[in-house]
Each structure stands twice: as C-alpha cells, then as structure tokens.
C-alpha cells in the first residue's frame, strides 16, 4: 500500500495534491514518475511508493480542462439507488481476475478503484490471482456458477495472443467489459437488444461507452436512440478493437460521421454505409470533436492550427496526444476517461444481473460463498 503522507508548511502528499488537482492519486503519481512537473526542480521528493508535492507545482485544472467528478459523480448515485431500489435477493457479485504477477501498478490502481466503486454502489468484486495454467479453468468454473454474476479480466494476463482467447472464454451473460465477440457482433449490427420483446437491452465496452456519455453531457445533447450525434462529424485516432473501433461504430449508429484513423490512415464512416479515405488535415479541419487514444509519444500531437475554433477535444491515452495550444484553442478539453469507464463497468455489471436475474435468484446456491474458491485473494480496498 502506499504510504500517505501529512502536508508538512508548503508541502503536499500525492493523495492531498491529487483532491487538489481534481485528479486521482495514481494519475498525479503517473505524472510526477514522467516528469511533467519538472525533474530537478527541487520541487517534487520521492519518499518510497509516494512523492511530495511543492504547492508551487500543485495547482488547479487549467481553465479549459473539463473535471469528470460531476458526470461521475451523477452516475455513482443513479447506480446506488437502482441497486437499493431493485432490492436483490443476492449482492450482484463479480469476479475479478488479476494478472498472477504483482507488478502491474496500472491494474492494481484499476482495480482498486473499481473495487471501492463497486462496494459504495453495493456490488461484491472479489479479486483473486492464479497460476497463469490455471485461469482458463477458473473462469469456466465462474461461466456455470449462478453465485457470480459477472467476471472482468485486468489485461494483460499473458500479454499475448492468450488474453483474446480469455475475451472469448467469458459467458457473454457475464461479460461486464462487453469484449467478446457475441457483443461486439451486437454492436456492429447496431442490435440494442438481446430478446424479441426488446425489454434486455445489450451491453457495450466500457471505456467507449464511458467516452459517449461524457461527449453528450459536455455537448449538452440528448441522448436519443440512433440520433444523439446527428450532424456531428467527430474524428477518433485510435481503431483498437478495445476501444477506438467499438467507438466509432457507436458514433455511426448515433447518427455521427465518423473519421476513423490507424496507423494506415483514415477512414469516413457513415450509418448509410461505406467506407473512403480522408486524410488528417482535412478530417481535423472538419470535425466538432476530436478523440485521441494513442499510446506512443511518437505520435504527432494535435496542433491549435489544425482545429477548429471551439471544438471538443478528449484523450483518453495515458500519453496526451493534444498540444497545450489545441487545448486552449477548444471550447472543452476532456484530458483522462477513467472515472467514467469504473461508472460504466458498474453500471454494465448491474445490467447483466437485471437481464438474468430470474435466473440467478430462483438457483439454489447451496454453500456459503468464499473468493477463496477461485483463487488467491487479493485485499487492496482502503
């Protein structure tokens, strides 16, 4: 665990610096490990897992930086009171699967927020670590076990090619990313439901699902089914199979024109269909909002003279892909997505259970439920 720290005169812990900066902990440590306050400055110490903070480098969001904590907050509330309205027979439970290697940093922070998440919502997720030879069993065993409701694999597991075929071992049912192959064919197909009388709606991935919510809330639209993004045209730099290309389709379906790029180039995407090339300068030069997912600082960042005036601009790379001068230049900058993907994680896993729960509250469970069953368990909620 890491260790907090009292503010000493001038000085901040990284926890006190993160509240100040409407920031996470893990974010605020993320950006003291790469520098971005300076190196050698004599303001920033290290002390074991944590760092102190001059109050000269912890300042508050630029003014064009837009905060997740109200959007965040909305739907942390909407969730508790759906959970406590619904009154469940059984807590919705999920099984969380970490990677067997204890240095993952990134994962570890996920999940512990998506654990604190979950238990203030009045969800159960239990966090286990196994033998990589053992993982694919487990999550059979969590496929048949009407006690779980929901599993949600941290990647990497393997790192490989093993951690799709991980993606495709998860019971749909119980799929709370919503990355296998059976839901992204519901999204490609722009299909809402799973049942004839429309009353189960499907599930979508969670960071794009969390990227949607916050362009509606910052654009101030309304969301209505197949037209949210009429007449937008928005550009993603980013078509991973994770995030980037399950978002452009849920654009498309919105009604938006999508400008789609990879490392190959750009692609329209329209809801009549088809696809044509269109380069970068024009694809900026067009869009109302503008996305960037690229993990490499090879990328060339997006300059203030490529934009438009007042254009919505979102990063949701732990590398920021934006200039300062596009920054400043759009009407609304939206620098990190993580609180919203917990909300969606949450809000996904709770309409799992809702399109099953005939099912889960008439099984007999038979035994006294024990994490234990599944794994090593891994305790890291404060």
């Known amino acids: 665990m890491p260790v907090t720290f009292r503010s000493v005169g001038p000085w901040y812990s990284t926890e ?19 520098g971005e306050f300076g190196s050698g400055s004599g303001q920033l110490e290290k002390v074991g897992n944590s760092y102190l903070m001059h109050q000269e480098i912890v300042k508050q969001l630029p003014y064009y930086e837009f905060s997740l904590s109200d959007i965040a907050n909305y739907y942390h509330l909407r969730l508790r009171v759906a959970v406590k309205r619904e009154n469940y027979a059984h807590k919705p439970r999920i099984l969380g699967i970490l990677s067997p290697e204890a240095g993952d940093a990134a994962s570890m922070v996920y999940a512990r927020t998506l654990q604190k998440a979950c238990l203030d919502i009045g969800l159960d997720l239990g966090l286990v670590r196994n033998r990589l030879a053992d993982i694919k069993a487990r999550i059979e065993r969590a496929n048949e076990d009407p006690s779980i409701h929901g599993i ?39 299909e809402r439901y799973i049942d004839k009388d429309k009353k189960k709606k499907a599930i979508l991935p969670c960071t794009s699902l969390g990227i949607l919510k916050i362009l509606a809330y910052v654009d101030n639209l309304d969301e209505l089914a197949g037209k949210t993004f009429t007449g937008r045209r928005i550009t993603i730099f980013n078509r991973s199979d994770v995030v980037g290309g399950p978002l452009a389709y849920m654009l498309k379906n919105d009604g938006a024109t999508v400008y789609s790029f990879d490392i190959n180039g750009g692609l329209i995407m329209r809801k009549s269909g088809g696809e044509v090339p269109i380069s970068r300068e024009e694809a900026l030069s067009k869009s109302d909002i503008i996305i960037t997912g690229v993990p490499s600082r090879a990328f060339e960042k997006i300059r203030g003279e490529e934009i438009r005036e007042n254009a919505t601009c979102l990063n949701f790379s732990f590398v920021q892909n934006f200039e300062n001068c596009a920054k400043e230049k759009a009407g609304i900058y ?29 099984a007999d469970i038979g035994r006294e439920f024990d994490w234990h069953h599944y794994g090593t368990v891994v305790s890291i909620a404060a």
């Open 152 to 190: 949600f694999v941290f990647y990497p597991i393997f790192g490989d090619g093993r951690d799709g075929e991980l993606k495709e071992l998860i019971n749909p049912i119980k799929d709370i990313e919503g990355l296998s192959s059976y839901w992204s064919q519901k999204l490609y197909a722009n």
């Open 334 to 362: 939206v620098p990190r997505v993580g609180a919203m993907t917990i909300a969606m994680c949450v809000r996904n896993a709770i309409r799992l259970y809702k399109n099953n729960r005939e099912m889960y509250e008439s």
């Open 16 to 34: 006190e610096a993160a509240e100040i900066m409407n920031r996470t902990p893990g974010h605020v440590s993320r950006m003291c490990k790469n």
